[in-house]
């Protein structure tokens, strides 16, 4: 039975309409409207197998979850943490700012322009 929850003095949680899997530890996650449609979109940040490595991943939706998200590192960032969503460049699109931890003591700081 898919039946979802409800909110109230009844609360029924079967199992999630829909799932993605970063193929890491989710850490992060931001939600946003990135392009014209009317679905929001949602970055993934993760920790990958090792200490200090991970992934940050677009999902552009549309009334559920894609099964691949586009990665946008081409090389591990470090250990996703944080994430916010702002216009850096003045475009009137929302890039993403991305806080990642590289050691136990160090850590980057990332922007990733978004470009329609």
């Not at 691949?68 to 590192?73: H, Q, T, Y």
Request: aromatic content about 12%; overall charge negative; charged content about 20%.
């Amino acid at each position: 039975d898919n039946t979802g929850f409800a909110l109230g003095s009844e609360v029924s949680v079967k199992r999630p309409h829909d799932y993605y899997a970063p193929g890491g530890e989710v850490l992060a996650i931001e939600v946003g409207h990135l392009n014209p449609d009317v679905f929001p979109d949602i970055f993934v940040g993760t920790r990958a197998t090792s200490f200090y490595q991970g992934n940050v991943f677009f999902l552009q939706t549309f009334g559920s979850l894609p099964t691949d998200g586009l990665k946008l590192n081409n090389t591990m960032v470090g250990e996703v943490i944080a994430m916010k969503l702002a216009d850096f460049d003045l475009d009137n699109l929302s890039d993403v700012l991305i806080g990642t931890r590289t050691s136990s003591s160090q850590g980057k700081v990332l922007i990733y322009f978004y470009k329609d």
